[in-house]
């Protein structure tokens, strides 16, 4: 049995539901996979750190999250740092859920380098480091024989990575297009029900799809991110996200959508890469969709990606792209991935 030992770096909607999943299935992973993870560390802002070198069950951190202290729960250390745990615990792997700052990627930034600077494997749902700086952690990671898992960074616990680079890499993956921001196309959605894109917004934020400030969704920032993270880890190309041409929704009017729906068309946010011979081209675009294109009927939250292979043509697939299980079934996702590679 290989047992791995996880520091969290943030607790929030991922964190939870990743130790929701660990305390539900830990027993099916170790007699299916013959692996064991077990959380030894958690560091948040609001709650403070703890480290436990024999391990911090999952039902106990959830029932400290409910309520709302780590009083009662048993740990060796209270008073390190965010760093120190990193550094100085017992960790195998560092899993990185704080949140996404997509001009700095601070402060995951430095914490990956951290963990990779002390010999540890990074799993990570945070798209700001891996947007910004993933060349450079993974010549750091590959120089040291680590691993980096960013599966939940695209579509949440939907393998758009895994499959791409596991089972589509051979057949020679020249172009993806993707609805990849769950919010915009709910609102999209709505609107095709003839609710006004304001009230529309509204409802997303109501149901926690968008935040107060909507425009890293609304805007194509976050849309932007998962194109230049697909562009780097399944094509090769150095993009960052200057090299995105980037249009979000907010224009869209009623108006716009029926004229789309009266040619039988549908808008969708698309971002789009697509390697040509001569270089690249990479965009987030409102597009107008045929009603028969594979990605004109997902709608609401739910994300789906079109690779263009060589040797397949199309393959789409269709998925959740946020939510507390789905992504904490992503940090999942990699862990079975780093335990094939060590076994």
Request: charged share 15%; aromatic share 6%; net charge negative.
């Amino acid at each position: 049995m290989k047992t791995y030992r996880l520091a969290l770096i943030g607790f929030g909607n991922v964190g939870q539901g990743l130790a929701q999943i660990l305390h539900e299935r830990s027993a099916f992973f170790a007699e299916t996979y013959n692996a064991r993870f077990e959380v030894v560390a958690i560091c948040t802002l609001s709650k403070g750190n703890l480290y436990h070198p024999a391990g911090l069950p999952p039902q106990t951190l959830l029932e400290g999250q409910s309520a709302g202290s780590w009083a009662k729960i048993h740990a060796d250390h209270r008073d390190w740092s965010t760093n120190e745990v990193i550094v100085n615990s017992n960790a195998d792997v560092i899993v990185e859920l704080s949140y996404t700052d997509l001009e700095t990627a601070e402060p995951a930034l430095t914490y990956m380098r951290a963990a990779l600077g002390a010999g540890k494997h990074i799993i990570t749902a945070n798209k700001g480091p891996v947007a910004l700086h993933y060349p450079e952690m993974l010549a750091t990671a590959r120089s040291k024989n680590l691993q980096i898992g960013v599966e939940g960074t695209v579509m949440s616990g939907t393998p758009a990575i895994t499959l791409a680079m596991d089972s589509l890499m051979g057949a020679g993956v020249t172009k993806a297009m993707g609805i990849l921001n769950g919010t915009t196309n709910y609102i999209l959605t709505q609107m095709e029900h003839n609710i006004a894109y304001a009230d529309a917004l509204q409802e997303a934020q109501e149901k926690g799809y968008a935040e107060a400030n909507p425009s890293g969704d609304v805007d194509g920032y976050d849309a932007a991110a998962k194109v230049v993270i697909i562009a780097n880890l399944l094509m090769g190309l150095p993009l960052t996200m200057a090299d995105i041409d980037r249009k979000g929704i907010s224009h869209l009017t009623l108006d716009d959508i029926q004229a789309a729906q009266n040619a039988n068309e549908r808008w969708k946010l698309i971002g789009s890469v697509e390697k040509h011979d001569s270089g690249f081209t990479a965009s987030v675009q409102p597009t107008r969709l045929p009603v028969s294109h594979p990605l004109a009927g997902v709608a609401g939250a739910t994300n789906a990606i079109t690779y263009t292979t060589d040797l397949l043509g199309d393959i789409t697939l269709i998925g959740p792209g946020a939510g507390r299980q789905e992504t904490g079934y992503a940090i999942i996702e990699d862990l079975l991935a780093l335990h094939r590679q060590q076994s």
